[in-house]
C-alpha cells in the first residue's frame, strides 16, 4: 500500500486557521463588541482583516479593531448562527443619489450586472 507525504497534498483535507486577525469592534455594554456584517447576498458573515492597512482602506482609520485567531472570531460568531467568516473584504456600499443637476444615468450593459461577493455594512 502506498503512502502519502502530506507536505505535498495541493489541497489539503484539513482547513488550517488563518494567522492572527484583526477583528472590526463597537463599543458595547460590557465593553467592546466585534462588528458583523452581510454578504452581498445577504448572509451575515464575521470579518476580519490581515493587515491595518486593509482594514483602514475598508473601514476607515477611526474603526477600532481587536487581535483574534480565526478560531476564537468563529467561536463568537457561532451562537449568532454566523457560520461564513469572511477575511479582507472589500466594502460594498448602495451609490449615492447624484446631485439634483447630474444628468440621467446611462443605460449599463450585461457586464455591469455582475455581483461580486463584497462587503456590506449592516
Same mark, same amino acid.
Given at each position: 500500500?502506498?503512502?502519502?507525504?502530506?507536505?505535498?497534498?495541493?489541497?489539503?483535507?484539513?482547513? /488550517?486557521?488563518?494567522?492572527?486577525?484583526?477583528?472590526? /469592534?463597537?463599543?458595547?455594554?460590557?465593553?467592546?463588541?466585534?462588528?458583523?456584517?452581510?454578504?452581498?447576498?445577504?448572509?451575515?458573515?464575521?470579518?476580519?482583516?490581515?493587515?491595518?492597512?486593509?482594514?483602514?482602506?475598508?473601514?476607515?482609520?477611526?474603526?477600532?479593531?481587536?487581535?483574534?485567531?480565526?478560531?476564537?472570531?468563529?467561536?463568537?460568531?457561532?451562537?449568532?448562527?454566523?457560520?461564513?467568516?469572511?477575511?479582507?473584504?472589500?466594502?460594498?456600499?448602495?451609490?449615492?443619489?447624484?446631485?439634483?443637476?447630474?444628468?440621467?444615468?446611462?443605460?449599463?450593459?450585461?457586464?455591469?450586472? /455582475?455581483?461580486?461577493?463584497?462587503?456590506?455594512?449592516?
Amino acid at each position: 500500500m502506498a503512502t502519502t507525504d502530506r507536505c505535498e497534498d495541493p489541497e489539503p483535507c484539513e482547513r /488550517v486557521p488563518a494567522g492572527p486577525l484583526l477583528v472590526p /469592534v463597537r463599543p458595547g455594554p460590557a465593553g467592546r463588541t466585534a462588528r458583523f456584517f452581510r454578504t452581498a447576498p445577504g448572509e451575515r458573515t464575521a470579518v476580519a482583516f490581515t493587515t491595518a492597512e486593509r482594514l483602514t482602506a475598508t473601514l476607515g482609520a477611526d474603526q477600532p479593531w481587536i487581535r483574534l485567531c480565526e478560531p476564537a472570531l468563529r467561536a463568537l460568531a457561532r451562537p449568532l448562527g454566523i457560520r461564513l467568516v469572511t477575511i479582507d473584504p472589500q466594502l460594498c456600499a448602495p451609490a449615492a443619489a447624484p446631485p439634483a443637476d447630474a444628468a440621467p444615468p446611462v443605460a449599463a450593459g450585461p457586464a455591469a450586472a /455582475v455581483s461580486r461577493p463584497h462587503l456590506l455594512i449592516g
